[in-house]
Nanobody, 116 residues
Framework: QGQLVESGGGMVQPGGSLRLSCASS????????MSWYRQAPGRERELVAV????????DYADSVKGRFTISRDSAKDTLFLQMNNLKPEDTAVYYC?????????WGQGTQVTVSS
């Protein structure tokens, strides 16, 4: 059974940085499509960033382009999201998602709060 566990969330002031991690197990990470989503209170879950199986290409929501970087380490079966220049509107629960074959896995989420 596949599992994803996020970590690295917390509270930070505007302009600050955080690095989220998503540790995976139970499925072949190196061949899984990986992505980060977020959900703010009262809003639908939205795609933040996606990275290819090889890690060679990535795409971002317009709202985070130039500030967030998604990466993956297949030796550690871990997905990352480096978030810089954080803004209050980035406040949300952040989730990682893996698609392995026809199966979707989701983590439990990690809270990110950006506030002065």
């Amino acid at each position: 059974q596949g599992q994803l566990v996020e970590s690295g969330g917390g509270m930070v002031q505007p302009g600050g940085s955080l690095r989220l991690s998503c540790a995976s197990s139970g499925f072949p990470f190196s061949s899984a499509a990986m992505s980060w989503y977020r959900q703010a209170p009262g809003r639908e879950r939205e795609l933040v960033a996606v990275i290819s199986e090889s890690g060679g290409s990535a795409d971002y929501a317009d709202s985070v382009k130039g500030r967030f970087t998604i990466s993956r380490d297949s030796a550690k079966d871990t997905l990352f999201l480096q978030m810089n220049n954080l803004k209050p509107e980035d406040t949300a629960v952040y989730y990682c998602r893996a698609r392995s074959g026809l199966v979707d896995y989701w983590g439990q989420g990690t809270q990110v709060t950006v506030s002065s």
